[in-house]
Structure formats: structure tokens, C-alpha cells
């Protein structure tokens, strides 16, 4: 069964930092692609940040492009997703997700998903 667990989320003022860690069980890990997710109060989820198996290729949503940093250590099975200069705009329930196959930019197909954790900016 795969499992996904999120961790790190809090709170943290504006212009702050949040490092995110995603634990992954079940899964061959060193095979899927990984992704971050949001979902703030009435508003749709909203995809963040994706990388591809081996760590090499990353994309970003626009608006988090240079402010959010993800990466993934293979050995530990963990996925982490720096978030640098908060806003309040990023206030949301962060989830991480897994699929096999095609890694690219964008939500298409993610099939494994974690349970999230909250992240809240205050201004």
C-alpha cells in the first residue's frame, strides 16, 4: 500500500521560509515522479512543483517559480519543497502526490496522495 506523508507545514509570517518533507512508503520510488500540491479555503487544488524520478528535471507553477525550490533524495525516500518569501497568498494545505510514467509540467495524472499539511502566512 502506498503511503505518503506530509510534514513541516506551520505557521510563519510573511517574508518567511517553510522546508516541507514528503515521506514515501510502498512505492517504487526511484521510479515515480513527485509532486506538490495546494489547496487553500474555497479555492481549488492548485499544482506547485513536480520533479521527475532521478531528481534532474523540476517545474514550477508560475507564481512559485524562484521563490519555491524542490528537490528529492532517493536513498531516504523523501521529497522536499523549500518555500522561501512567504506570502499570505500561500496559505494553504500543501499535499504531496505520485504517479508513474510521463513527468512533466502540470497535474496530469497524479495518482498517490498524501493527507497533507497546513501552511499558514500571516501578513
Known amino acids: 500500500q502506498v503511503q505518503l506523508v506530509e510534514s513541516g507545514g506551520g505557521s510563519v509570517q510573511a517574508g518567511g521560509s517553510l522546508t516541507l518533507s514528503c515521506a514515501a512508503s510502498?512505492?517504487?520510488?526511484?521510479?515515480?515522479?513527485i509532486g506538490w500540491f495546494r489547496q487553500a479555503p474555497g479555492k481549488e487544488r492548485e499544482w506547485v512543483a513536480t520533479i521527475d524520478s532521478g531528481g534532474r528535471r523540476t517545474y514550477y507553477a508560475d507564481s512559485m517559480t524562484n521563490r519555491f525550490t524542490i528537490s528529492r533524495d532517493n536513498a531516504k525516500r523523501v521529497l522536499n519543497l523549500q518555500m522561501n518569501s512567504l506570502e499570505p497568498e500561500d496559505t494553504a494545505m500543501y499535499y504531496c502526490?505520485?504517479?508513474?510514467?510521463?513527468?512533466?509540467?502540470?497535474?496530469?495524472?497524479?495518482?498517490?496522495w498524501g493527507q497533507g499539511t497546513q501552511v499558514t502566512v500571516s501578513s
Open positions: 510502498g512505492l517504487a520510488y526511484s521510479a515515480a515522479c
Open positions: 502526490a505520485a504517479k508513474y510514467g510521463l513527468c512533466r509540467e502540470g497535474p496530469a495524472d497524479f495518482r498517490y
